[in-house]
């Protein structure tokens, strides 16, 4: 099956400093792929890139097996939604006008009919009903997480690019919003995800990308890469990973590890 959105040998650098080097990926259709490693590692630089937001200094992404270059932008806001890491929104609008504004892409097409229906559906996916006709401005940072992953869910695009979407959440919320995302890949489409939390990713991800400074390290189901030896070594900590009773990883840090031990150092 041909892939969704791919990255060729893409490369990114700023100020002779190197992001990313020769990143080969592919995002096929039903499937939820995650991108973990270190601060520091190039995932967001990656998604954005992937995103169409960030130009590589090497390299193509393709979008539907075409050079992403060669889409119009109002097709690409039709064809994926991009969530940031940063979703300030410095006007005092409603969180349901913020949502709303998802389907800004669809505005003058036969798809504007289902505005309202998408916006209603966003509302409850991100548990924002409380609190919709309140100010985004007066919103605390996990409430107004919630509002953009709303926008970003209203906007109805087959493939979802999501970056930390559960950084400011509570458990709960981390789950709901990892859960919609596995049933709209369930349903045909297609999502990567930037996460922190490799437990979140073990439960969700088809597959997971493992970045390093800037390059894959390793790609595939999660049982394949989250290695502790692996792990270890990339995040620079004792990690263990064993099975859940559920039967799904649980991915854990030492947290007796001694930090005055030069282990950081012998593995970096």
């Known amino acids: 099956m041909p892939a969704v959105l791919s990255a060729r040998d893409i490369g990114v650098s700023v100020g002779g400093r190197r992001l990313l080097e020769g990143i080969e990926l592919d995002l096929q259709r039903g499937e939820m792929l995650v991108l973990v490693g270190p601060n520091g590692a190039g995932k967001s630089t990656l998604l954005s890139v992937l995103a169409g937001d960030r ?3 090497r390299g193509v992404v393709e979008l539907d097996g075409r050079p992403l270059a060669g889409h119009r932008i109002e097709d690409r806001a039709r064809r994926r939604s991009v969530l940031t890491q940063s979703n300030e929104v410095s006007f005092p609008f409603r969180a349901v006008d913020v949502i709303r504004m998802g389907r800004a892409p669809w505005r003058r097409r036969p ?13 409850a996916a991100g548990e924002v009903g409380p609190y919709a006709d309140r100010p985004v401005t007066s919103l605390s940072g996990g409430e107004r997480a919630r509002v953009a992953f709303s926008r970003s869910h209203a906007q109805g695009c087959e493939i979802a690019l999501l970056d930390e979407p559960t950084a400011s959440l509570d458990i709960r919320h981390q789950h709901r919003v990892l859960a919609h995302t596995r049933a709209r890949v369930a349903n045909g489409g297609a999502a990567i995800v930037v996460l922190h939390d490799l437990a979140l990713a073990a439960a969700y991800a088809d597959r997971i990308a493992l970045l390093e400074s800037g390059r894959l390290i390793a790609v595939g189901p999660p049982a394949e890469v989250l290695k502790p030896d692996l792990l270890t070594r990339v995040y620079r900590h004792p990690i263990h990973v064993v099975t859940g009773p559920t039967g799904a990883l649980v991915v ?3 947290a007796s590890a001694d930090l005055s031990d030069p282990f950081q150092e012998r593995t970096a």
């Open 55 to 57: 130009i590589p200094d």
């Open 111 to 123: 798809e504007a009919d289902r505005d309202d229906e998408a916006v209603r559906l966003a509302v």
């Open 252 to 254: 854990v840090a030492d």
